[in-house]
T-cell receptor, first 112, second 112 residues
Framework: DAKTTQPTSMDCAEGRAANLPCNHS???????VYWYRQIHSQGPQYIIH???NNETNEMASLIITEDRKSSTLILPHATLRDTAVYYC?????????????FGDGTTLTVKP | DAGITQSPRHKVTETGTPVTLRCHQT?????MYWYRQDPGHGLRLIHY???????DKGEVSDGYSVSRSKTEDFLLTLESATSSQTSVYFC???????????FGPGTRLTVT
């Protein structure tokens, strides 16, 4: 599975959009991009995933560049409850039994 | 929330004693995983299962064994606990379609 690179930490003002970048320059054509977050001491929570096209759900939007070497998770109106560690993972969904390798992630702090 | 429970939620044990952690799901998902998380580290995969009696090792499997005799239960055993196994343990499940993982609340294990 491809490695990912994320900034260690980011701040965002409450009510503004939070844009979390992820680099995955060695991604293969059949690898998906998944995003999870972990709020302090809780189990990680699935947010969104995509292959090529941009995706949106009730929690967030995922923008994947055309060359698929990077992506951005967008929380459109960040709240204090969005303060968490955000993990970007790339992997082939159909192989390796869907196992993921979680790196250190980005600590997002939403400030009033 | 996905129906995943972990037991016990907290445990303190002594070095050299056996410990079994249980993960129980009500989602009938095929895949189940055990991760550990240590301060300053992301999640590291210990073992995973891709069906009843079908298991495989993750990246930090030494000192751990697993069993899955029923779809809904995945057990993690520390045959002889060591202080280095003090950690928070998370169970996760995923289906066989999109492979996003849903995590349990975690078990905090302290080995003294």
């Amino acid at each position: 599975d491809a490695k990912t690179t994320q900034p260690t930490s980011m701040d965002c003002a409450e009510g503004r959009a939070a844009n979390l970048p992820c680099n995955h320059s060695t991604i293969s054509g059949n690898e998906y991009v998944y995003w999870y977050r972990q709020i302090h001491s809780q189990g990680p929570q699935y947010i969104i995933h995509g292959l090529k096209n941009n995706e949106t759900n009730e929690m967030a939007s995922l923008i994947i560049t055309e060359d698929r070497k990077s992506s951005t998770l967008i929380l459109p109106h960040a709240t204090l409850r969005d303060t968490a560690v955000y993990y970007c993972i790339v992997r082939v969904a159909e192989t390796n039994a869907g196992k993921s390798t979680f790196g250190d992630g980005t600590t997002l702090t939403v400030k009033p | 929330d996905a129906g995943i429970t972990q037991s016990p939620r907290h445990k303190v044990t002594e070095t050299g004693t056996p410990v079994t952690l249980r993960c129980h799901q009500t989602e009938n998902h095929r895949y189940m995983y055990w991760y550990r998380q240590d301060p300053g580290h992301g999640l590291r995969l210990i073992h995973y299962s891709y069906g009843v009696k079908d298991t495989d090792k993750g990246e930090v499997s030494d000192g751990y064994s697993v069993s899955r005799s029923k779809t809904e239960d995945f057990l993690l055993t520390l045959e002889s606990a060591t202080s280095s196994q003090t950690s928070v343990y998370f169970c996760a499940i995923s289906d066989g379609r999109t492979y996003e993982q849903y995590f349990g609340p975690g078990t905090r294990l302290t080995v003294t």
